[in-house]
């Protein structure tokens, strides 16, 4: 839209700078060379009334008049044979010579239809001195009086009057761009600011407001959105802490009622109870799972902490630590590659890394085989760390990868444990949160592959 301003108020300059300057200049070519003309017949008018009269002194006049003309002024005197004194060329004879002896016609001649040619021809009569009473020479054509004036000077003004305006014009147009520029910028402004706000909006952030400026029409377009994002702030929050209330207020009878199953099945011996009391507990540890993935989601859409610059090499150890006795327990191998023994610093919320390994590596242990392996691996690129979890499960088709982050949707895995359909969820959201990306690819010789881009923090790990 910028642009566009831009090139509508150039584009108005530039007409009015045309409608101007242009007009200006071909008066100006036009009146240089009325004048030019006039200037040189009057010169040759003179010096064919000192040819009228033929006498010795007129001859002499003309040929020094002649002379200095030639060196003052890039022109040329030409004259018939009348004076027998004279040194100057005679004329070629053509039509304008023709019409000045037989008609006692003028005739210019600028050599060119299109402003002029390399000279000027001016051709005019010369008679023999015989005036009426109202003065007009109405004496024989005796000779005539050619002048070839050279154009290479007017040329040259012709350039400074259309160049000085050209330069001008650009230098306007130039103006005219800074001011447009700036004054589309200010227009633009409030517009901005709405985009601005509308793009906090779409990658989460409900708090974003945009401010009141602009002209009133912009003005109530901002309100009416401040309102709305004002309400939908309040209704998002108020649902977040329902889910979070309610999921944390769950936690405590699903726990008392897991530990009355324990009780019952440890107290019957009758085989089909117990497993109807085992299948029970299977659900309550189901439910359990739900509820604490529901509550951490809550608290990840809260963004109540900020990233700040942590270790990843120390989380990642950590966190393989934790699940190494899961995995031995199937004889699945957990295995470290990349340039994880680096001191690698990435900006993360404390605590978020931790809940994102947790979910992935617990995925990646439910559909890894027995003996298969898992690996994590740790990449520098640029300004981000790449963290990536393979494993040599089944994998997923394009379908499943679109819809793996949807929240509750399961995907099937191989120890016939149900997940809660949040996992994925809940680490999308902690990494979009702390400014990184997760995507799912196909992992090489088969199996899924998580890939996590972390923002790599500014200050350098020892």
């Known amino acids: 839209m910028i642009r566009q301003l831009i090139r509508s108020y150039v584009g108005l300059v530039a007409v009015a700078i045309a409608?101007?300057?242009?007009?200006?200049?071909?008066?100006?070519?036009?009146?240089?060379?009325?004048?030019?003309?006039?200037?040189?017949?009057?010169?040759?008018?003179?010096?064919?009334?000192?040819?009228?009269?033929?006498?010795?002194?007129?001859?002499?006049?003309?040929?020094?008049?002649?002379?200095?003309?030639?060196?003052?002024?890039?022109?040329?005197?030409?004259?018939?044979e009348r004076c027998a004194t004279t040194e100057l060329s005679e004329p070629e004879q053509d039509a304008a010579l023709t019409k000045a002896l037989r008609d006692g016609g003028t005739t210019t001649d600028w050599g060119s239809p299109f402003i002029w040619g390399p000279k000027l021809v001016i051709t005019v009569p010369a008679k023999q001195s015989k005036v009426d009473l109202d003065g007009t020479n109405r004496g024989p054509v005796v000779g005539a009086v050619r002048i070839e004036y050279s154009t290479s000077?007017?040329?040259?003004?012709?350039?400074?009057?259309?160049?000085?305006?050209?330069?001008?014009?650009?230098?306007?147009?130039?103006?005219?761009?800074?001011?447009?520029?700036?004054?589309?910028?200010?227009?633009?402004?409030?517009?901005?600011?709405?985009?601005?706000?509308?793009?906090?909006?779409?990658?989460?952030?409900?708090?974003?407001?945009?401010?009141?400026?602009?002209?009133?029409?912009?003005?109530?377009?901002?309100?009416?959105?401040?309102?709305?994002?004002?309400?939908?702030?309040?209704l998002v929050a108020a649902q977040r802490i329902f889910v979070a209330d309610a999921s944390h207020q769950l936690r405590t009878p699903l726990t008392a009622l897991r530990l009355s199953l324990d009780n019952i099945a440890d107290g019957v011996d009758d085989d089909f109870v117990k497993e109807d009391v085992e299948q029970a507990t299977a659900e309550v540890v189901r439910m359990s799972r739900l509820v604490s993935g529901l509550l951490?989601?809550?608290?990840?859409?809260?963004?109540?902490?900020?990233?700040?610059?942590?270790?990843?090499?120390?989380?990642?150890?950590?966190?393989?630590?934790?699940?190494?006795?899961?995995?031995?327990?199937?004889?699945?191998?957990?295995?470290?590659?990349?340039?994880?023994?680096?001191?690698?610093?990435?900006?993360?919320?404390?605590?978020?890394?931790?809940?994102?390994?947790?979910?992935?590596?617990?995925?990646?242990?439910?559909?890894?085989?027995?003996?298969?392996?898992?690996?994590?691996?740790?990449?520098?690129?640029?300004?981000?760390?790449?963290?990536?979890?393979?494993?040599?499960?089944?994998?997923?088709?394009?379908?499943?990868?679109?819809?793996?982050?949807?929240?509750?949707?399961?995907?099937?895995?191989?120890t016939g444990k149900s997940g809660s359909g949040l996992g994925l969820a809940v680490v999308k959201q902690l990494v979009t949160d702390d400014g990184g990306s997760v995507t799912l690819q196909d992992a090489p010789g088969g199996g899924l592959k998580v890939r996590i881009s972390l923002r790599a923090s500014s200050r350098s790990g020892g």
């Open 19 to 80: 409608l101007f300057t242009v007009p200006v200049a071909f008066t100006l070519t036009d009146q240089l060379r009325d004048d030019t003309a006039d200037s040189v017949e009057r010169e040759a008018d003179t010096m064919a009334l000192l040819l009228g009269n033929g006498n010795v002194p007129s001859c002499a006049a003309l040929d020094e008049m002649a002379k200095a003309y030639a060196g003052e002024t890039p022109g040329e005197v030409q004259v018939t």
């Open 153 to 234: 000077g007017l040329t040259t003004r012709l350039w400074t009057i259309w160049g000085f305006r050209a330069a001008l014009a650009v230098a306007v147009l130039a103006v005219a761009v800074v001011i447009g520029a700036a004054a589309a910028r200010r227009i633009t402004r409030p517009l901005r600011q709405l985009n601005d706000m509308a793009s906090k909006f779409s990658d989460g952030d409900l708090t974003a407001r945009s401010p009141v400026t602009g002209p009133p029409e912009t003005q109530t377009l901002a309100r009416t959105l401040n309102q709305g994002a004002e309400r939908l702030d309040t």
């Open 296 to 414: 951490v989601l809550a608290r990840a859409e809260a963004k109540v902490t900020a990233a700040e610059p942590l270790s990843l090499r120390d989380i990642v150890r950590e966190r393989l630590d934790v699940w190494r006795p899961a995995a031995d327990e199937r004889g699945v191998t957990v295995a470290l590659g990349g340039s994880a023994d680096g001191r690698l610093l990435v900006l993360a919320s404390p605590g978020h890394l931790d809940q994102v390994l947790d979910n992935v590596l617990s995925n990646a242990l439910e559909v890894s085989p027995d003996g298969g392996t898992i690996t994590v691996e740790v990449e520098p690129r640029g300004d981000e760390v790449v963290l990536s979890v393979l494993d040599q499960g089944p994998g997923m088709s394009d379908t499943e990868k679109s819809r793996a982050f949807d929240r509750f949707w399961r995907g099937k895995g191989l």
